[in-house]
């Protein structure tokens, strides 16, 4: 079936510091979210991109839909402790968009 | 006013329990879903709802029954608790179930069985 690979897994890095992390896919997905997790709370949609080679901003976070729709990035510039959590990348299931499948996500630590 | 609320958020009970976690969305929503996050974080969608009408069921145990009175909730009723239950489990809504704009969650209700 479909599955969406994170990588990496974690990291640990200090304030102030750019992050990139990125979810790849061998099935090709039409439409890539990107969602924080906090520590004890449900996920939150950050970003939505809905067409190849897309690049959209929400604040300091960007991310990119590839062009092969096969993957997918997300950077955020300049961290702050309240960057800390889990970013998970998701996608619509083949065949019924309304299921969405998510990445293993990528745990992020941040140092202040 | 909270969009997805869960009750309750913390659930300790003992194996072979039966027990049940309600969920209520306020955003007019059609489709509500029931995901189980394991200890690895990983997400796995478990059911979903359209206008209370089951529309997915992933291969979960009989054990595992979704009731949706009506589109603003979904509850999840856990007879015969196993330790392997142990999870957080995520309910969440879209605005419908061809919806791509990706869900709106609860916070989750930590489920322990010891």
């Known amino acids: 079936g479909q599955q969406l690979n994170q990588s990496p897994q974690s990291m640990f890095i200090q304030e102030g510091e750019d992050v990139s992390m990125n979810c790849t896919s061998s099935?090709?997905?039409?439409?890539w979210l990107w969602y924080k997790q906090d520590p004890g709370e449900g996920p939150v949609l950050l970003i939505a991109?809905?067409?190849?080679?897309e690049l959209t901003s929400n604040g300091r976070l960007t991310a990119q839909f590839g062009i092969t729709r096969k993957d997918s990035f997300l950077n955020i510039s300049a961290s702050i402790p309240s960057d800390v959590g889990i970013y998970f990348c998701a996608g619509p299931r083949a065949g019924n968009t309304g299921k969405l499948i998510f990445g293993q996500g990528t745990t992020l630590q941040v140092k202040p | 006013d909270t969009a997805v609320s869960q009750t309750p958020k913390y659930l300790v009970t003992q194996m072979g329990n039966d027990k049940s976690i309600k969920c209520e969305q306020n955003l007019g929503h059609d489709t509500m879903y029931w995901y189980k996050q394991d200890s690895k974080k990983f997400l796995k969608i478990m059911f979903s709802?359209?206008?209370?009408?089951?529309?997915i069921n992933e291969t979960v145990p009989n054990r595992f029954s979704p009731k949706s009175p009506d589109k603003a909730h979904l509850n999840l009723h856990i007879n015969s608790l196993e330790l392997g239950d142990s999870a957080v489990y995520f309910c969440?809504?879209?605005?419908?179930?061809?919806?791509?704009?990706?869900?709106?969650f609860g916070s989750g209700t930590r489920l322990t069985v010891v």
């Open positions: 709802y359209n206008n209370k009408e089951l529309i």
């Open positions: 099935s090709i997905f039409n439409t």
């Open positions: 991109l809905y067409k190849a080679g």
């Open positions: 969440a809504s879209s605005q419908s179930d061809r919806d791509s704009y990706g869900y709106t």
